[in-house]
Structures are given as structure tokens and as C-alpha cells.
């Protein structure tokens, strides 16, 4: 069974890159029958805040990204000790004590030299007694993962194809701080083995992490998860944008855009498929499919997210938005109005139109002898839902008028808009008594 996740750190709030990760795992699990897993990893305690904890959760809510379970990597603690003292015992971590400027120095001179600038593993030739006199002297080591240079890294990836990497070259990752606080590596390994997860969708800046991380598995006695790494998000002018990283569930809300268009839009971002607003969670994760995503950056356009968006509202049903609208106004109102929006909340703006009062731009003097003319008509039809054809009807067989000028004169007096929803639906709505008066005051 497949078994993905989607592990955030809570030091932020979500962004598109990272609702697009989510997303594309959701998807990817539901896609084999299996289970999405929510894993927090709040690690760092100084910039973990549950605030993002909460927001995190009810950001995947909004978009209806369901999980199955949830980890939090602060209370797995005892978890990862007693791996890290397995893998001390089998002679696969090492303590260090070198120092940041240690470290950037001896980088700057294989750099100097045309080297790779990969850690020396100098912390090896200390002695037992070296080591235990700095430890008694209160200088604490942090820990490296001894990589096996004799052990090949190779992976399918599942976007990226055939994976192969020389451990020789890849330093060996640091896992622990000398205060004893975690890095990312391998308590992520640690909880992607107990969580039983089989799958794992990252993005492609996380590829060299999967080098290391692949013996991390075998060295835990854990067959290596499958591993695939997208492309990044580019902004819309085709580079990395900051912009990107403010971009999440709470500005998609403010400007009015729907969960079903980030789902459209984002499920699709980075492959070759046409972005489709009508397609459900169940239509898009039966089409996922790894194999469609490419190696080129993804793009991730607002202006399209806009216009997925105004075709997801147009499809929706009364019921859907009904909470959200202005009060008094029912499905007909809605059906009226749905086709003028590119956003739900601008139906207030449409109603108001309805319910008055309207401020008629100036007319000439000829569009306001036409006005009386039609108030004159109207006070003389049956009122009905076809009444709008009634009158243009009556009044172009009475006045010659055709074209705009028999319907602009009659739409900007009733609603002091040159373009809006249809008039046949809208008039029915202003209201007999209210429709007159707006020709009269008009003309």
C-alpha cells in the first residue's frame, strides 16, 4: 500500500510551493488506495510556533487535503536516541569538533586547490582518550553520519530517472548539534521508516539530501523508500521569485480565489496536461502520474490561478455559495449574477445593483425622451420572466431603435452599468416598481 507525507516545519505559514507538495502527495496516495500522513516537524524549538502548527492544519483543511495520521517530531525524541545509539554502536556516527571557522577554512583551501570542498573526515583520526579528554574539558562534539564509500547510491527517481552518486564525494551530514539538538536528516529517516511510508514526493533542491538519506535507510535496516523530486516553482516571469514565498492560503483567500482553483491549477503545475477547473480530487489523483511531470521549473502564474478561478465559480450551484452571499439574494439571484464573477464576494457588489439605488450616469436628451418612452411601456406590460424581451420588443417596433441603442439607454438606466449580467434574468429581480422608477428618474 502506498504511504506518502507531507512533513512541514511549523516556522511559517504554508506557501504555494509547499501547498503544491502536499497537494501532489495527497494525490499520489489517494491515487493507490493508500494513506496520506501529516508529520510536523518542530524540531527547532526556538522558531517552531503553534500558531503555524494550527495553521498549517487548517490551511490543508481549507483545501480539503484530508490526513490519515499525525507525528509530531518534538514528542519522537526518545525514538530518535535510541536509533542514534544503535548507529553509534555499529560505528555508523561519529563525533566532531571542529568549528564553523574550522570548517570554512578548510573549505576555502580545497576550493583553492580545485577540490571538492567535502569534509576531510579529520574528526576520525582522533583517539579514544583524545576524544574523552575534550568531552571532560565540557567541549562537546556534534555528529556525522558516516557514509560507506564502498556502498553505491543509486535510486529510480521517479520524475527525475536513474539516480547515481559517488559517496566518496558527498560529505558526510551532520545530524546533531553539540547541544544535543536534531538536524533534519535523520530523524526524518528515523520517521519515514517507523511511519512506514513508501513513497516520498520533495521537491528537486531536497536530491542531494536523498544521496545521504538512502544509506541513512539501509544503515537503519529499512528498505529505501521511492523516491521522486519535482522541479521548482518559477514565478510567472520565468525566474524564482520571492514573491512565491509569500504566496499561500491565507492571500488566495483574501483575494477571493476558491480551494477547488489551487487544486485545479496545482495539481497539474509542472506536467503536460491541461489545467481542467471542472476535475475533482477523484478525477485528478486517478490521472497523477509521475511519469507526465518534466525537468524544466514549473511556472506558477496568478493570472491563471485567476482565471481557473472565474471558471470554477461559474460552475458553482447556489448551494455551494450560499453562506457567502449578500442577504435576500436567492439562486435565481446567484444563476443571474454567476457568469459576470470572477470571484464569489462580487456578487455584493451585483446585488446591491438589484436592490438600489443606482447613480445614472448623464443621458442626452434623446436616450431620456426614449426612457420616458419605455417607462410608459413597461407601466403598460404583464410582469413576468420574459418581460425584458416584452419590452426591447415593444420598444423597437415603437421607436426603430436596434442594436445599442435600443439596449445601452435601458441597461445604464436600470443599472447605471454599460456591461453586466443578462438583462432578461436581472430585470425580473430589480422589480416592477423599482424597474419604473429607475426609467423615470432617468429620463
Known amino acids: 500500500m502506498t504511504v506518502t507525507r507531507f512533513a512541514p516545519s511549523p516556522t511559517g505559514h504554508l506557501h504555494v510551493g509547499n501547498i503544491r507538495t502536499a497537494l501532489h502527495n495527497w494525490l499520489l496516495a489517494r491515487k493507490g488506495g493508500g494513506t496520506f500522513l501529516l508529520r510536523i516537524d518542530d524540531t527547532d ?3 517552531s510556533k503553534e500558531e503555524y502548527v494550527d495553521g498549517i492544519r487548517a490551511d490543508l483543511a481549507w483545501l480539503g487535503i484530508a490526513w490519515a495520521g499525525e507525528e509530531r517530531q518534538s514528542a519522537r525524541f526518545a525514538l530518535y536516541e535510541r536509533e542514534f545509539e544503535r548507529l553509534k554502536a555499529a560505528g555508523r556516527v ?62 529510480e527517481d521517479g520524475i527525475r530517472g536513474p539516480q547515481k552518486f559517488d559517496p566518496a564525494q558527498i560529505s558526510d551530514p551532520v545530524i546533531r548539534r553539540a547541544d544535543g539538538s536534531w538536524l533534519y536528516m535523520l530523524p526524518s529517516a528515523i520517521d519515514d521508516v517507523d511511519m512506514g511510508v513508501t513513497q516520498i514526493l520533495r521537491g528537486e533542491d531536497h536530491v542531494s539530501n536523498t544521496a545521504a ?32 514565498g509569500s504566496l499561500g492560503v491565507a492571500h488566495f483567500r483574501e483575494q477571493g480565489i476558491e ?14 496536461d491541461p489545467i481542467d477547473p471542472a476535475l475533482g480530487a477523484e478525477e485528478l489523483a486517478a490521472a497523477f502520474d509521475l511519469a507526465r511531470f518534466g525537468r524544466a521549473p514549473a511556472r506558477f502564474d496568478e493570472a491563471e490561478l485567476e482565471r481557473v478561478n472565474a471558471a470554477v465559480v461559474h460552475a458553482l450551484p447556489f448551494e455551494a455559495v450560499a453562506a457567502r452571499l449578500p442577504g435576500g439574494m436567492d439562486a435565481a439571484g446567484w444563476e443571474a449574477v454567476r ?19 443606482v447613480a445614472v450616469p448623464e443621458l442626452g436628451e434623446e436616450d431620456r425622451a426614449y426612457l420616458v418612452q419605455a417607462a410608459e411601456v413597461l407601466a403598460g406590460l404583464e410582469w413576468d420572466q420574459g418581460i425584458w424581451k416584452a419590452l426591447t420588443g415593444a420598444l423597437k417596433d415603437m421607436t426603430g431603435r436596434k442594436g445599442k441603442a435600443l439596449f445601452l439607454p435601458l441597461r ?22 423599482a424597474a419604473l422608477e429607475r426609467l423615470r428618474s432617468a429620463g
Open 259 to 272: 480551494p477547488q482553483a489551487v487544486v485545479a491549477l496545482l495539481g497539474r503545475l509542472g506536467t503536460s
Open 213 to 244: 538519506q538512502v544509506q541513512m535507510f539501509t544503515a537503519l535496516g529499512a528498505p529505501v523508500p521511492a523516491f521522486a523530486h519535482e522541479a521548482l516553482l518559477v514565478g510567472s516571469e520565468g525566474k524564482l521569485s520571492k514573491r512565491l
Open 412 to 433: 445604464l438606466a436600470l443599472t447605471a452599468m454599460e456591461h453586466g449580467p443578462d438583462m432578461g434574468a436581472l430585470l425580473p429581480l430589480i422589480g416592477r416598481d
Open 94 to 155: 561519529y563525533p566532531c569538533w571542529e568549528t564553523p571557522q574550522e570548517l570554512e577554512l578548510k573549505r576555502k583551501v580545497l576550493l583553492g586547490r580545485g577540490l571538492p570542498p567535502i569534509y576531510d573526515r579529520g574528526a576520525l583520526a582522533l583517539s579514544e582518550d583524545e576524544k574523552a579528554a575534550r568531552i571532560a574539558a565540557g567541549d562537546l562534539p556534534h555528529w556525522r553520519f558516516l557514509l560507506d564509500h564502498a556502498e553505491p547510491i543509486v535510486w
Open 45 to 47: 524549538a526556538a522558531r
Open 339 to 357: 457568469p459576470n464573477l470572477a470571484h464569489v464576494h462580487e456578487a455584493a457588489d451585483w446585488w446591491s445593483v438589484v436592490t438600489g439605488p
